[in-house]
């Protein structure tokens, strides 16, 4: 939403300005579509052309991402509820030393699983957090 794709010189693929992303047209003889599809990623990302614009082509992606987006959810959920429940279930007496330690790992876990969530999300994606920043810092200095 935010880059140009531009050829890149002495190659047959082009590449984004923003993202830095590796893209390939091909043609599909068999719907006469043409289709561009991200080539340095480990998922497959594909747009069709209309005529007017790009369509999106990853519904099967859509549907995997879905279910991959709820069983991710559930990796943080469930684990924290578990520590959580322990907690409240098996109350620690306050005198005791180390009373603050249940309620601290129930936090840990929550933060250590969302942690992995966001790590597997980011390189599952290769979301360019770096790049997307200074654009924004661009695009915020130029408008001021």
Known sequence: MRGTIAPMPMMESLSCNFCNH???IEADPRLNLRVLKMADTI????WVWTGQSWQN???MQ??????LSILGVLLVIIPT???????????????VPLAWFPKFWAI???????FVLLSITRDYT???LRAYW???ERSLRRSI
């Open 22 to 24: 590796i893209f390939v």
């Open 43 to 46: 998922s497959t990302l594909r």
């Open 57 to 59: 082509a990853n519904a």
């Open 62 to 67: 859509v549907w995997t991402s879905r279910w």
């Open 81 to 95: 509820a578990i520590a959580t429940s322990a907690v409240y279930l098996f109350p620690v007496e306050p005198d």
């Open 108 to 114: 840990a876990t929550f933060c250590g699983h969302l």
């Open 126 to 128: 290769q979301f360019p």
């Open 134 to 136: 200074q654009a924004m």
